[in-house]
C-alpha cells in the first residue's frame, strides 16, 4: 500500500522535472530518460497494486469463510427458545447478507481507506514541499470539503443503519410466503401478502433511494471544488509565471496533484459507506455472536457406562415465558423398556415434556434423569443420539431416501438403511421409484405424502437404533392400513425399549404399559388403559368422546351399497 502510494507521488514530480530541467533547455537525452522513469513507476504502481488488491481479496475471502463458519456453528448450538424469537430470514440475512457486506470492508474498505488517506496527505505534502504558497491557494477550500463530508457521512450512516433492517425484514417476510405458499393459496391470502410484500420492497427502495439522493449531491459538489481549485491554479500560477517567480513544470504537476488528491476524496465518501454498511452489518453480526448458549454443555459431563432407558422427572417445573409455566411439578419413573403414553388436550403440555427430556429448553426447577443422570450433566450431543424422536411435522431435506434416513451418519451401513426401511414398513413404496433409495427428495420432502414422510422418519429413527424411541402423533397422518402395519413393527420394535408415545387417537396407545394424562401441566391420571376406563376421569370422558365422535363419523359415511341403494 505505501509503496503503490509513492507510485502516486512520484508521477507528477517526474513530470515536473521533465518540463522545468529538459524540456526548457531542449535537452531530449535527458527528457527520454524521464519518459522511461515514469513509465518505470508506471509499471511498479501497477505491480504494486496488483499485489496489495491481491492480497485483500483473498484474506477477505478467507476472513468471510470462518465468519461464516462461525455465524453457522453458533446458530447450531442455540438452544429452541431462540429461534422461537428470531425469525429464520433475519437469520439469513445476518449469515449470508451482513456477511458479504464485511467482506466488502475488508477487501476495499479498511485498506482503500488507509491507501486514500495516505495519498491525500502524501499529496499535501508534496505539495507544501515544492511550493508552500501555491499550496495553501489549492487547499484552501479543504475546510469547506472537509465540513461537507461530515453532514454527508452523518446522513449515509443513517441511511444504512435503517436499510439493514428494512432488508432483514424483507428477507424474513420473504422466506415465511416462500414456506406457507400452499397455506397462502389454498386460503386466497396472495393478495394480501402481495399488499404486504410490496409494503416491505417500497420501504427498502425509499431507504436505498435516500441514499442515492446524497450520493448526487455530494459527488458534484467534489467535481465542482476539484475544477475550481485547478481554475484558481491557473490564474494564480499564470500570474506567477509571467512574473518569473515560479517555473511552468511545477504549475503541471500540481494540477497532476490536484486531480489525484480529488479522487480520494470521492473515493473517500464512497469507502465511508462501505465502513458504514460494514459496521450496520458487524453490529448485528457480533451481537448475535455475542448471544451466550442458554444451554451449554458441562465441563466435565457424564455419561451412563451401559445405557438401560430408565427415564425419571423429579418435581419439573418449565416456562417459555418468564411467569408462565407449562409443566407444573410433573413427577414419574419409566423403567428400562416400559412403554408410557402420554394423552391430554392440545396444548396440555405433552410436547413440553418431550422437549425437556431432550433438553431443547432447560427446566426452570426440578430434574430429569436418564438412568439417574441429569440430562443437565449429560453431552447435549451424546444425550440425543440417544433419544430417537419421531414428530408428527416431518421434516426431510433435500438429497436421496438413503440420505434422509441416515442424515449422513457415515456409520450407518446400507444394509442397516433396509432393514430400519423393511421395519418401518415403507420398503414396498421405496421400491417401486425408479431410482429406490438413491431418488431424489425435493425440498421438504414435496414430492412425498404426509403418510410416506412420517414413515420415512420412523426408518430414520430406527436406523439410528436408540434405546428410548420417542413417538409424537407419529401415526396420526398415515391411513388405518399402513397404521395398522406399523402397530405391528412397532410391537416387535419396541421389545427390550423405553418409550414415550404421544398420541390423540387413543385407540393407538390401548397397549401400553402405562398412560399419563397430561392436562394444563400436570398429571391429572395414571394407568394403565383398562384402570384409567374404570376411574371415569379425565381419561375416560376423552375416550367417550372420541369413540362417539368415530362412531358418529362412521354412521355419516355412506357405504357403497347404500350409494347405490
Excluded at 463458519?69 to 447478507?97: C, K, W
Excluded at 404486504?196 to 442515492?212: E, W
Excluded at 481554475?231 to 486531480?259: M, R
Excluded at 418431550?354 to 426440578?366: E, M, P
Aim: proline share 3%; glycine share 6%; charged share 20%.
Amino acid at each position: 500500500l505505501l509503496l503503490h502510494t509513492g507510485t502516486q507521488l512520484l508521477g507528477p514530480y517526474i513530470t515536473k522535472i521533465a518540463i522545468d530541467r529538459y524540456i526548457a533547455h531542449h535537452d531530449i537525452h535527458g527528457l527520454d530518460l524521464m519518459v522511461w522513469a515514469y513509465l518505470g513507476v508506471v509499471v511498479l504502481g501497477f505491480f504494486f497494486l496488483f499485489v496489495q488488491t491481491y492480497t485483500t481479496e483473498f484474506t477477505g475471502q478467507r476472513a468471510m469463510h470462518d465468519l461464516r463458519m462461525e455465524v453457522f456453528s453458533h446458530l447450531q448450538r442455540q438452544d429452541m427458545a431462540y429461534f422461537d424469537r428470531n425469525p429464520v430470514g433475519r437469520l439469513m440475512t445476518r449469515t449470508i447478507n451482513d456477511v458479504e457486506t464485511l467482506n466488502e470492508l475488508f477487501s476495499t474498505g479498511v485498506v482503500g481507506l488507509l491507501e486514500d488517506g495516505f495519498t491525500v496527505f502524501g499529496i499535501a505534502a508534496a505539495m507544501l514541499w515544492l511550493d508552500w504558497k501555491l499550496a495553501l491557494v489549492c487547499l484552501a477550500a479543504f475546510p469547506l470539503i472537509l465540513y461537507l463530508s461530515r453532514f454527508y457521512r452523518r446522513r449515509a450512516r443513517d441511511v444504512y443503519r435503517e436499510s439493514r433492517l428494512v432488508l432483514a425484514r424483507l428477507n424474513a417476510g420473504l422466506q415465511e410466503n416462500l414456506a406457507g405458499v400452499a397455506t397462502i393459496q389454498a386460503f386466497g391470502q396472495d393478495k394480501k401478502m402481495y399488499r404486504r410484500f410490496r409494503d416491505i420492497n417500497l420501504s427498502y427502495r425509499d431507504v436505498l433511494l435516500r441514499g442515492v439522493r446524497y450520493n448526487a449531491v455530494f459527488f458534484p459538489i467534489i467535481e465542482v471544488f476539484s475544477a475550481l481549485t485547478i481554475g484558481i491554479l491557473l490564474w494564480y500560477g499564470g500570474k506567477q509565471i509571467l512574473a518569473s517567480t515560479i517555473q511552468a513544470g511545477v504549475i503541471v504537476a500540481f494540477i497532476q496533484y490536484i486531480q489525484r488528491m480529488y479522487q480520494p476524496i470521492r473515493d473517500l465518501a464512497e469507502k465511508y459507506n462501505i465502513m458504514q454498511a460494514a459496521m450496520a452489518s458487524s453490529e448485528r453480526i457480533f451481537t448475535l455472536l455475542d448471544t451466550t448458549e442458554a444451554i451449554k454443555n458441562p465441563p466435565q459431563p457424564k455419561r451412563a457406562e451401559r445405557l438401560r432407558g430408565t427415564v425419571e422427572f423429579k418435581d419439573v417445573w418449565l416456562s417459555y415465558h418468564p411467569g408462565e409455566p407449562v409443566l407444573k411439578s410433573i413427577s414419574f419413573r419409566v423403567r428400562a423398556g416400559e412403554k408410557v403414553a402420554l394423552v391430554g388436550a392440545t396444548g396440555g403440555g405433552k410436547t413440553s415434556i418431550i422437549s425437556a427430556l431432550c433438553r431443547f429448553y432447560d427446566v426452570d426447577q426440578g430434574a430429569i434423569l436418564i438412568d439417574g443422570i441429569d440430562v443437565r450433566e449429560w453431552n447435549k450431543q451424546e444425550l440425543r443420539r440417544q433419544l430417537g424422536l419421531v414428530l408428527q411435522d416431518v421434516f426431510l431435506f433435500s438429497g436421496d431416501i438413503a440420505a434422509n434416513i441416515t442424515l449422513g451418519d457415515h456409520r450407518i451401513s446400507e444394509a442397516r438403511v433396509i432393514e430400519a426401511a423393511t421395519r418401518a414398513q415403507i420398503t414396498p413404496f421405496i421400491e417401486k421409484l425408479p431410482h429406490g433409495y438413491r431418488e431424489e427428495v425435493q425440498e421438504r420432502g414435496s414430492t412425498l405424502s404426509q403418510g410416506q414422510r412420517q414413515l420415512l422418519s420412523f426408518a430414520r429413527a430406527l436406523a439410528f437404533d436408540p434405546r428410548i424411541l420417542i413417538l409424537d402423533e407419529a401415526t396420526s397422518s398415515v391411513d388405518t392400513e399402513t397404521e395398522m402395519l406399523i402397530q405391528e413393527a412397532l410391537q416387535e420394535l419396541l421389545k427390550e425399549r423405553t418409550a414415550l408415545i404421544i398420541a390423540h387417537r387413543l385407540s393407538t396407545i390401548k397397549n401400553a404399559d402405562r398412560i399419563l394424562v397430561i392436562h394444563k401441566g400436570e398429571i391429572w391420571e395414571q394407568g394403565s388403559h383398562k384402570e384409567l376406563l374404570q376411574q371415569g376421569g379425565l381419561y375416560a370422558r376423552l375416550y367417550d368422546l372420541q369413540y362417539s365422535f368415530e362412531e358418529r363419523t362412521q354412521m355419516a359415511t355412506p357405504s357403497p351399497s347404500s350409494e347405490v341403494i
